[in-house]
């Protein structure tokens, strides 16, 4: 490479760390328009007081049982959702003595109120809590709280234990116009509105109205003395497992989560799941496809740095900056994959990348763009990225045909796995790699 690109290149890189969408690729124009600022609260860690890396181990600790990444404003909702209940479902990985939830304003154009938030567990998976477990959320001691624009509040502990894969019922009223809900679009899971304000009911009666996506709430934290930390996995559709089951936890992480939990000498590890379907390593979405998210790389600070309790991160992120355009090519993405191992580094983190999976026979392949994928995975396990490798495309390649997926594990469209491709990718993973070592170094796949 010569000089002249390799200044370009990293120059390209530079500016989407700083929030300025690029062209590095080729296609139709390739600028794309800056999103809402990331969220403005003090980093978990903080909050936390402590990680695993540097606390004692006796004590408790708050770390990340369960989070999702907000993906954009939600459609048709520009004053918020006035006047109505949420309740959000959602997916414990692993268990704890007390119980604080985040909500984000990430996307909002205005301030939103929360009152009357609660937490419970699920009385038989649908919108009814189980009535001995429905405990009040306040933050700061009050029993509201209103978030600006681009912010988000953790609430204070609540006197809840929450079991390990326990469907958890994340309820609150939201009175007054806002601006638009910020949300996380595919969350391949039912919650449920309704109108008026039942959120501290623990009956699901009045929450007549189901929706798909997870609105506000964007993680979930337990108090714990009983597990060594959490992985963050930044990601797109592989990881927000897209075409898995709904309403089935079907997607990679959540069988990761269960290996974790079953396997015996396995670490005891929250998984935190921050895919993005649609998400790019080095552009912003286009404007009319709002809800694939900000860049990885610039998306990583806020989604995945300051998880409570993370000692590792995952990225697995590289496939949309190849196979849609504006395309980019193999070497801005690995200077991309480089430049957010780099980033996770300077937090403290271990992290593990993983190899970007097969997608022949998808609508948007060629060949020129599978050289590309070969070009970033050969880095990828050649060492000098990541701390660690997953291989994903190894576990969901055809044998016989290594650039499409193995037909099993084929969804259909030639690039997502359908269940059964979700538990092999979750196969894939060592769980040794995923705990932080002393005199972590840059070292090649092992596979």
Do not use: C, K
């Not at 990331?38 to 770390?63: C, F, G, I, Q």
């Not at 990881?239 to 089951?245: E, I, N």
């Amino acid at each position: 490479m010569s000089h002249q690109r390799a200044f370009a290149l990293l120059a390209g890189v530079l500016a989407v760390l700083l929030g300025v969408a690029v062209g590095i690729g080729t296609g139709r124009e390739a600028r794309r328009e800056p999103v809402p600022p990331p969220p403005t609260h003090a980093p978990a860690h903080e909050a936390s007081e402590a990680s695993p890396a540097d606390d004692d181990p006796a004590r408790p600790l708050w770390v990340g049982t369960w989070s999702a990444a907000p993906s954009g404003p939600e459609p048709g909702t520009r004053d918020g959702l006035p006047g109505r209940s949420l309740r959000n479902a959602v997916r414990t990985s692993i268990g704890g003595e007390q119980t604080r939830v985040e909500l984000s304003n990430r996307y909002g154009t205005a301030p939103v109120t929360f009152t009357d938030a609660t937490v419970a567990l699920s009385a038989r998976g649908g919108p009814d809590a189980r009535p001995e477990t429905l405990r009040a959320l306040t933050f700061d001691g009050r029993d509201s709280v209103t978030v600006p624009p681009g912010g988000s509040a953790v609430s204070d502990p609540a006197p809840l234990a929450v079991p390990p894969a326990a469907d958890l019922l994340v309820s609150f009223h939201t009175p007054d116009p806002s601006g638009p809900v910020t949300h996380h679009r595919l969350a391949q899971q039912t919650s449920w509105a309704a109108a008026g304000n039942h959120a501290a009911s623990a009956s699901g009666a009045a929450f007549t109205e189901p929706f798909d996506s997870w609105r506000y709430v964007t993680a979930v934290h337990v108090l714990t003395d009983a597990a060594d930390g959490a992985v963050a996995v930044l990601g797109d559709s592989l990881t927000d497992g897209a075409l898995s089951t709904p309403g089935e936890n079907r997607r990679w992480t959540d069988a990761l989560a269960t290996r974790l939990r079953d396997e015996p000498g396995a670490p005891a590890l929250g998984v935190l799941n921050l895919g993005i379907s649609g998400n790019r390593l080095l552009r912003d979405a286009l404007p009319d496809r709002s809800f694939n998210g900000t860049a990885g790389l610039r998306r990583l600070p806020d989604d995945a740095l300051t998880a409570p309790g993370a000692g590792t991160l995952v990225i697995q992120l590289g496939i949309n900056d190849i196979l849609f355009e504006p395309r980019d090519g193999p070497d801005a993405v690995i200077a991309g994959l480089r430049a957010a191992a780099e980033r996770g580094r300077a937090a403290g983190l271990r992290v593990v990348g993983a190899t970007l999976g097969p997608f022949g026979g998808h609508a948007a392949d060629d060949p020129g763009r599978e050289r590309v994928r070969q070009r970033v995975n050969a880095a990828i396990r050649g060492g000098g990225v990541f701390d660690a490798v997953i291989d994903f495309d190894r576990a969901l390649r055809d044998p016989a045909a290594p650039a499409r997926l193995l037909p099993r594990y084929d969804s259909g469209d030639g690039l997502h796995p359908n269940d059964a491709g979700y538990a092999a990718m979750a196969e894939a993973v060592d769980p040794r790699a995923l705990l932080p070592a002393p005199g972590d170094g840059i070292g090649p796949s092992n596979g």
